[in-house]
């Protein structure tokens, strides 16, 4: 067992209308492929349980745009997940870098109630413990969403992801998120494009957004709901 550091990456997003994202898919399709840890042809479920304070200090943090910020959640795939992953996400101007540990989900779900300092088992554990006391960070909501993934053919680093039936609960806070036991906080019709790169977005890419006139947003799915359900009075 052993923790995975990604590489210091760049990230960006958009909102998007599922209709153009279609047509941008259907118009790179010779630049990209599915994601092999996708399904092929299909999408797949990402659920995230997320930690902030009473205060809501991180989420406070992200809209101040802090230089240096991070993000501690918990993430499971698929709709019968027996493990999940304790993330920490991290960001240092516009560079992303994420540290993530596998786990069984009924340990991370325990750890999520009652933080134990794990440090024998993964520095990722120790620093979420940390983050956690520092903090008093306390888990605060669910997001799921179902997401198609994509890679570029010869661009390595180059990820392309548009998530959409996004969802929270603040109330059952439990892993992963039924769709019965939800709400949209992003209309159906509407998704998020991200894309991932090590460097720079290639110019088959960054012509076709211009096409689009779609501009980048700083939109966090974690804000956005939290925005939504304690700000704006539907807490569900």
Known sequence: MHSV???NRYELKFLLPL????WLIKDIQYFVEDDPHAEKGNAYKVSSLYFDSRELTLFYEKLDGLRFRRKLR???YGLHPQDGFLEIKQRLDQTIQKRRLKRPLGELLSFA??????FHLDSVYAEAYSLIK???LRPIVVVAYDRHA????NEPGLRITFDQNIRYNTRCLNLPLSIENS??????TMGVLEVKCNHFIPTWLLTRLNQLEVAQDRISKYCFSINTAVFSGTKF
Request: glycine share 0%; charged share 25%; aromatic share 18%.
């Open 134 to 136: 520092t903090y008093d």
């Open 113 to 118: 109630s009652q933080p134990a300092p794990l």
């Open 5 to 7: 550091r990604s590489n």
């Open 183 to 188: 709400r949209f906080f992003v209309s159906p």
């Open 74 to 76: 918990m993430r499971t």
């Open 150 to 153: 994509f890679v570029a053919k």
């Open 19 to 22: 209709k153009d994202f279609t």
